[in-house]
Structure formats: C-alpha cells, structure tokens
C-alpha cells in the first residue's frame, strides 16, 4: 500500500475538499439556501465524499481504502444528481450549475483514478479495456496521489 502521511496530500481529498466549500457557498444564499431539504442533502453529500477519503487514508489496506473511495465517489455522483435538481427548479442558473457540476466530475474523475490504482488495475494505450498491473512498477503517481 502507499505510505500516505496526510490526507491533505491526497489529490482526491483536496478536490472533495474544494466541491464541499463550493457547495456551501453556492447553498448561502438564494433560493437553494431557503429549501432546507435540498440544501442539506447536497451539503450532507459532498461532505460524505470527503470524508470517506479522509476515512479510506485511515485503512490498512488497499483493498478497505478502495471500498471507501467507492463511497466517496457515489456521495460526489450524488451531488451531480442534486444539482441537476437545483437547475431543473432554478435554484441555481446554468452558469452555477456548470461551475459546480465540473468540479463534482473532477472529484468523480480523481477518486475513480485512485481507486483503480490501489486495485491495480489502469487504462491499456490504445483506450481499450481496463488491464490489470502485472508489474508495480508500472503505476504511475498521477492516480490520486502527489
């Protein structure tokens, strides 16, 4: 397993990081911060995909900590799908929706990549199907970590 320190030197947690202060500014004001039930929940969901990579650094296995970036990337696909909801109702307009909605992706993108390098598993060259590591050497340190 990576030896990792620090949470704040996981990729993935500093990107979750930035979708929860994100979602609270976006949730202070207008008419999201009046629908408690919405608010709540997208605030409740990007904290819980930081989190669980905060929780998943904590493992002593690759293994659990994949399991718990699993998590975190469904709690940041739950922010996506909340967000649509905030657009469809005009809590927010498309500009704030694109805004947030890339960040959320990032954070999907991220956590995905470092998920399957601590599974071994990484992307063939040609973008064919996903091939398992024979050789450690191989990983390459952009999965997540830096």
């Not at 930035?18 to 949730?27: G, M, N, Q, T």
């Not at 605030?43 to 900590?65: L, Q, W, Y």
């Not at 998920?115 to 199907?129: D, E, K, N, V």
Request: hydrophobic share 40%; proline share 3%; net charge positive.
């Amino acid at each position: 397993m990576a030896t990792i320190r620090r949470v704040e030197n996981v990729q993935a947690w500093r990107k979750a990081r930035e979708l929860v202060r994100e979602i609270y500014k976006s949730c202070a004001e207008g008419p999201l911060a009046r629908d408690f039930g919405l608010r709540n929940q997208m605030r409740r969901t990007a904290v819980s995909s930081m989190s669980n990579v905060a929780e998943g650094v904590a493992r002593k296995s690759d293994k659990e900590f994949a399991r718990f970036l699993d998590i975190a990337r469904g709690s940041a696909i739950e922010v996506q799908s909340l967000l649509y909801v905030a657009l469809d109702v005009h809590y927010v307009d498309a500009h704030e929706f694109e805004r947030l909605n890339r960040l959320a992706c990032e954070a999907v993108s991220i956590i995905g990549g470092l998920t399957s390098y601590l599974r071994g598993f990484r992307r063939s060259p040609q973008g064919g199907p996903r091939t398992r590591f024979m050789d450690p050497g191989l990983r390459t340190p952009d999965a997540g970590l830096s």
